[in-house]
């Protein structure tokens, strides 16, 4: 683990990138492997590639901090990522992989409401993807709002939306 995160931080080949991350993601599906990550700085290796240009290293560095969020003490490390991964969601084609990567993530940060302000002024994109997107796309933004309309703190940013 500790190799693959090393080899993120010294490649700009994406094929790399991608296999890494990929490789980081299946290890993130086992509870002491998420530790092990972010004991190793991870998380923010992980997290800086949310920032690359190409889409498929994006979608894969999201799926990897998703199998890693199933953990509370990466969730607060991951959470600084919010705001970038609502702006992913909002920017990707849609219903495109990286789209549902982002929502998949988001799905995840939410089912507790610690971070639900982060995701306030995406709202209005989750109810046009809720509109415009497919049925997986769909679902997907469902479980979200559905996480987010647990919390009453939510109910006016919810009702106020322009859709």
Do not use: W
């Not at 969020?69 to 219903?95: D, G, T």
């Amino acid at each position: 683990l500790q190799k693959l995160i090393h080899l993120l931080q010294a490649t700009d080949d994406p094929l790399i990138q991608e296999q890494a991350l990929i490789t980081l993601s299946n290890s993130a599906a086992f509870s002491v492997n998420q530790d092990i990550i972010r004991n190793l700085g991870g998380l923010s290796v992980i997290g800086g590639m949310l920032s690359d240009c190409v889409p498929k290293v994006k979608e894969k560095a999201l799926n990897a901090l998703n199998n890693l969020s199933m953990n509370i003490k990466n969730q607060e490390e991951i959470q600084v990522y919010i705001v970038q991964v609502c702006r992913n969601v909002e920017s990707a084609p849609l219903n495109s992989d990286l789209q549902l990567a982002g929502l998949r993530l988001l799905t995840n940060m939410s089912v507790t409401s610690h971070y639900h302000h982060k995701m306030i002024n995406s709202i209005p994109c989750l109810l046009h993807l809720l509109s415009e997107g497919t049925e997986r796309t769909q679902i997907q933004v469902l479980k979200v709002l559905v996480n987010l309309s647990a919390n009453p703190a939510m109910t006016r940013h919810l009702l106020r939306a322009k859709v």
